[in-house]
Structures are given as C-alpha cells and as structure tokens.
C-alpha cells in the first residue's frame, strides 16, 4: 500500500517524535477549500484561478479519517481554513465531526468573515473553539479597493456575531501594507478593544500567490511597533515561550496585541505547523515546492497505522525553514509567476491554506 516498507512500528506510541530540527508535530491546518469569495490584493490578486477539481476534494469523512491520523501522532491543534473555509458547504458537520475529537486541544476556524454571521451560531453549537477573522481596514471604501469586493459590513457583522455568541479568544488579522492601510494600526487596537478581540498584524507575505509584493510595501514589526509606540508610549512584549507564529506585546494598560513577522523576523526554528489541503496533499511548510499525496494512499485503503507511519516517517525527515531561507535571499522579489501558479495551483497560498 505505501511506497517504501515503513510499518506501524515505526510510529513511536504517543507521537512523541520531531524533525530534522527538532521541532514536534503538533498543529495541523486544514483547508477544506480553495475558494474564496474576496480578492484580496496580498493574496488573489487575479479574478479568475484555475480550481482544483471537485471530485479530487476530500469529504468530510476522508479528512477526519486524516485528521484523526495526525492526532493520534501528536497534533492537538487543528485549524480549519480555505480558500474561505465557510464556502464549503455544511462546514458545521465537519466542525461537530471533529469536535468529537478527543485529542484535539484547539478547534480553530480562521475565516474573512464575510459568510461568518449567518454560521457562527451553527459552529459553536457544533464544537468550534474560537475563530480568528481578517480585517485589514476600518473603512469601507479601502477594503474594497483591498479585498476587490463590497462586504466590509459582513465582515463587521461576523465579528459581532463571533461575540455574541460567546466565541472566546477572538483574534482580529490584518494584513499591513505600506501606503495603504499602515495609518491604521492604533484604530484597529482601538476597535479591538470595544470588539473584545486580540489584534495581529502581519507582514506582507511573498508566498505563492503574492504576485504584486514587493519588498518596499513590507510595512515591517519594527516599523510597527514604532508607530504604535507614538501613540501609546511604552510597548513592553510579552516574552511567552510559544510556537504560535504571533510574538505578542501588551501597552501599558494592559491592551494585548500580536505581530506576525515572518516576512522580516521568521520563526521557523519553532514551526510545528503542516498543511492539508482540500484535495488531501500535506505540505511541510507554507514554501515547500511539492506536496504529499495522502489522498490517494487514503483512496487506495491505506490503514491508519500505515498512513501514520509514512506521516511521520516523513516529518521526521523534514528541514524545511522557508520563510528563513526566503529572508536570507539577498534581493527578494515575487516567488512566483503567474503562469507557473496557473500550471500547479497547489502552489498558491489560498490552495494550500494560509
Ligand atoms: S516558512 Fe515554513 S517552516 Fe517557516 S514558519 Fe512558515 S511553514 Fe513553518
């Protein structure tokens, strides 16, 4: 059934292994569609993509079957994205399959929240933990000039849903691009503050798919943290020792934010994160050139002790450090062209769940 003789003796009980650097398997990003219904500059800059085929797409079924794979060698937390993980219908069944899911510590959905106030009800009632929404601007004219589509009041709308309906620990994302949404990090603190949510900026990313970055509209942590300091005044961050991609920072009332950083301040050395993506192919890492196809071991009846052998035959194999590679390149330009993108769509970030 698998490619080489690896057995279920090989998985060591608990699934206590790690990489090639150490670094455990623990969190698990599933994407369960490409789709998205935005257009968003940083990410599908394009109107139209090529799609990976229905029929190739796992169901609900096949990625609980993986998923319950993956716990039973040490993840414990799962986050559902896309695409826009709400295009895909009956999301809820999904999240209630999952949610009966003893080894999972961390349900997440991260979504645009365009679709999340008609769900969100549906979602804590079916297990979801907590969810992380985008919001890259306050203004409804820039975040559609941002995101190609008219739905910033959806969006505003999802996060008071995600509120009301008890949804702890929201996380706000936005993503910081110099020129045209850099004026707005103390808004989206303040806003966050009366949204009880937590705010994280990101770095523009030059991920697959990314086809207008540039380095010069890198609006960058320190760049950040130096804006947010006028405002605010001292800036103290929070030291935590986690692998969570966001190093969080708290103001001097106690206001907590993040800043993910890895365009400028990569933090490979701890990345415990893999990635499915709707058609079954797991990446090792947000850059990796090539994907395994766990799809068709799984369609060809692949047990769960064979298929947990080859996962972690496989990342115990792994090097992958990406983004650090990427940051130690001299002059970084878009990673890829469009028509390679339209050859292997797997290589887009939105396909492979970002
Ligand atoms: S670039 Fe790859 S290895 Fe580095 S943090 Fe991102 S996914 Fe992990």
Known sequence: MLPDSQTSADVSPGGSFADQLGRPLHSLRVSVTDRCNLRCNYCMPQEEYVW??????????????????????????????????????????????????????????????????????????????????????????????????????????????????????LKLDTV????????????????????????????????????????????????????????????????????????????SDGTVFGIIASTTTPFCKSCDRSRLTADGLWYLCLYAQAGIDLRKLLRAGATPDELAAHISSIWRARTDRGAELRAATGKRGVLIGIEQLRQDPHLEMHTRGG
């Open 52 to 169: 990976l085929p229905r029929q190739e797409l796992l169901t609900f079924e096949e990625i609980a079957r993986l998923v319950e794979v993956f716990t039973s060698l040490g993840v414990h937390d799962v986050r559902l994205t896309g695409g826009e993980p709400l295009l895909r219908r009956d999301l809820p069944q999904l999240v209630r399959m999952l949610a009966a899911n003893p080894r999972i510590r961390d349900l997440a959905l991260t979504t645009n929240g365009v679709l999340f106030a008609e769900q969100a009800e549906q979602l804590r009632a079916a297990g979801l933990h907590r969810v992380t929404i985008s919001l890259d601007s306050l203004r409804p004219e820039r975040f559609s000039a941002l995101a190609g589509r008219d739905s910033h009041a959806q969006v505003l709308a999802g996060i008071a849903a995600a509120r009301s309906v008890g949804f702890p620990k």
């Open 176 to 251: 910081v691009l110099r020129g045209v949404n850099d004026d707005e990090l103390a808004d989206l603190i303040e806003y966050g503050r009366v949204a009880e949510a937590e705010v994280r900026f990101i770095e523009y990313m030059d991920v697959g798919g990314a086809t207008e970055w540039s380095a010069e509209k890198v609006f960058t942590r320190a760049e950040m943290l130096q804006q947010l300091a006028k405002r605010y005044g001292t800036i103290a961050p929070l030291n935590e020792n986690s692998s969570a991609p966001a190093e969080r920072f708290q103001l």
